[in-house]
């Protein structure tokens, strides 16, 4: 059996006119003697009326004590009405479908209500209904634990719902698609002419989606590597060839896998950052440092950007936690210097182990647009700078010109 997996967004089941398209592209594939599994998100983004954010708002009206295992529920409807509707309409047109929920398509999660992790996937109903023929639509997102609680993912989960799909169906591919051509050299929302990738490696999809990149989620990339499972990122409005995932590439010294030489790949930002920084020389009790760390883990504060000299210690927390981190930390009597709004703006290239100048070439571009870099690090992979998040575009666009990443 031939399978298939195609995973539609948000924006790609949101009107009937986006619906009719996505059946196109389900009529195409059938065409080509496929089975389908075809996973998709809520309806719409934020403001939406069956939106993920909205059900969510819809519960969080209601008070702050709401039970996470509740959250879920609510949060697990919006793929249950998008998918429900296209099945509907694929039934209207004449084709054999069926609708499966999460917990109905075998999709096994751990019980981390909000962020659950899949364990494993029964893909026993979904092969028989596809030996019968027919598309099985599936609610992206959601999953059951083994006691019988329905639990959500996380952001990006019809993307790891898609990938999971198609390593337990040994598919031929998984297909993403989306509202944009395809995985760019930068969000086509901030740079107007970055360029579709035709191909790239697992590894650069698995950097850019970290550093920012929302096309697809780096866990699906991770999950579908496993297997060596092509992903396609495709654009459901167009014909356009869009971006393979593959493991394809050269191995390299150092561990990074390269294609056809590229130096960087893309450029990718993540907005809305605070930076802390503690003046660690002036402290005279320097066990503190530790015990704040651990104070924050515990408080499940994840930090990143840390930098840490005999002098400071510097770095970053998402700026809807700053202010219990800046208590956290002030209750231990320790002085920190907050500075909020900030980004990070990441250059991403496998290939740029190794190759001089790349920093040089950073820091040149942002000085000229009079860029302040607050703070930088780098990996075999990537070189991320923070700035200021009013400056984020401006930068974004300044290292994506400098690099000619564009068309
Ligand atoms: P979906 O609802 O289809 O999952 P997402 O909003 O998750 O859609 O992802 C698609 C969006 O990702 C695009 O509209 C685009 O603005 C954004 N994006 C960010 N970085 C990139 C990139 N490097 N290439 C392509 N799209 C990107
Ligand atoms: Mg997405």
């Not at 003697?33 to 075809?38: A, Q």
């Not at 059951?144 to 031929?172: C, F, K, N």
Request: aromatic fraction near 4%; include cysteine.
């Amino acid at each position: 059996m031939k399978i298939l997996v195609q995973k539609f967004g948000g924006t790609s089941v949101a009107t009937p006119e986006a619906r009719r398209q996505v059946i196109e592209k389900i009529i195409n594939a059938r065409k080509q003697g496929y089975r389908l599994v075809v996973v998709v998100s809520a309806m719409g983004r934020q403001g939406a009326p069956y939106a993920t954010d909205t059900l969510k708002g819809l519960l969080e009206a209601s008070g702050t004590n709401v039970s996470p295992r509740e959250m879920d529920l609510i949060l697990s409807c919006g793929e249950i009405i998008s998918g429900t509707v296209l099945t509907g309409s694929l039934q209207a047109a004449g084709f054999k479908a069926i609708f499966l929920t999460g917990a109905q398509a075998g999709i096994i999660t751990d019980n981390r209500f909000g962020n659950a992790t899949i364990r494993r996937v029964d893909p026993g109903r979904i092969l028989s209904h596809l030996e019968e023929d027919k598309i099985v639509v599936v609610a992206g997102f959601q999953g059951i634990t083994e006691d019988g609680e329905i639990t959500t993912i996380g952001r990006g989960g019809s993307d790891t719902t898609a990938a999971a799909l198609g390593v337990a169906l040994d598919a031929e591919a998984v297909e993403i698609y989306t509202d944009v051509d395809g995985i760019k050299t930068a969000d086509p929302r901030i740079v107007s002419d970055a360029r579709t990738l035709d191909t790239v490696t697992y590894n650069e999809i698995c950097q850019l989606a970290h550093e920012g990149a929302r096309v697809v989620h780096p866990r699906a990339v991770e999950i579908a590597m496993q297997k060596n499972i092509p992903l396609k990122i495709k654009c459901t409005f167009n014909d356009e060839p869009g971006t393979v995932v593959t493991g394809a590439g050269v191995f390299k010294e150092g561990g990074a896998t390269i294609l056809n030489g590229r130096v960087i790949t893309g450029i990718t930002q993540i907005p809305g950052l605070t930076q802390l920084r503690i003046n660690t020389g002036a402290l005279e009790d320097k066990s503190l440092q530790v015990k704040m760390l651990k104070a924050l883990a515990r408080a499940n504060i994840s930090i990143d950007f840390i930098n840490i000299s005999p002098e400071a210690m510097v770095f970053t927390v998402k700026d809807e936690v700053s202010s219990r981190a800046v208590r956290i930390i002030e209750d231990m009597k320790i002085p920190v210097a907050v500075k909020k709004g900030c980004a990070k703006v990441a250059v991403v290239g496998a290939g740029m182990t190794g190759v001089p100048g790349v920093m040089a070439n950073i820091v040149e571009a942002l000085a000229d647009e009079g860029i302040e870099i607050l703070e930088s690090a780098d990996s075999y992979t990537t070189i991320w700078c923070l700035v200021e998040e009013a400056k984020m575009e401006k930068a974004v666009q300044a290292l994506h010109r400098k690099f000619n990443l564009g068309k």
